[in-house]
């Protein structure tokens, strides 16, 4: 399991989840990262799933979780690509937790 914290910028708008979600609608069925649920993400290749949840001041907190350790390493490396691809502008710094 890895978790991702990704902290915004303080001039920001528009939160990192929202921006997450109205990307992820534009691209609904020619992506490769879709939302499952209201919090879940899945990768259309790939076998696992990220749960996406905020904290306070719109922080975002990802789990990247896979029964295998090769599919979470390309799922991880699909979300982070997918994260910093359509937010990169609204994010301050990025933590990453192996776990």
């Known amino acids: ?3 991702v914290q990704a902290n915004p910028r303080t001039d ?3 939160t990192i ?3 997450l979600n109205a990307k992820e609608r534009s691209l609904r069925g ?3 990262s879709f ?3 209201k919090n879940k993400w899945k990768h259309v290749k790939f076998k696992g799933w990220v749960t996406v949840t905020t904290a306070p001041e719109d922080i975002l907190f990802a789990k990247v979780q896979s029964k295998s350790e090769i599919d979470e390493g390309k ?3 699909a979300f982070i690509g997918y994260l910093t691809r359509h937010c990169g502008g ?4 990025l933590t990453i937790y192996y776990r």
């Open 1 to 3: 399991m890895k978790l």
């Open 30 to 32: 020619k992506g490769t």
């Open 17 to 19: 989840i929202s921006a």
């Open 90 to 93: 609204l994010i301050d710094t």
């Open 75 to 77: 799922i991880f490396e």
């Open 35 to 37: 939302s499952k649920s």
């Open 12 to 14: 920001n708008g528009q």
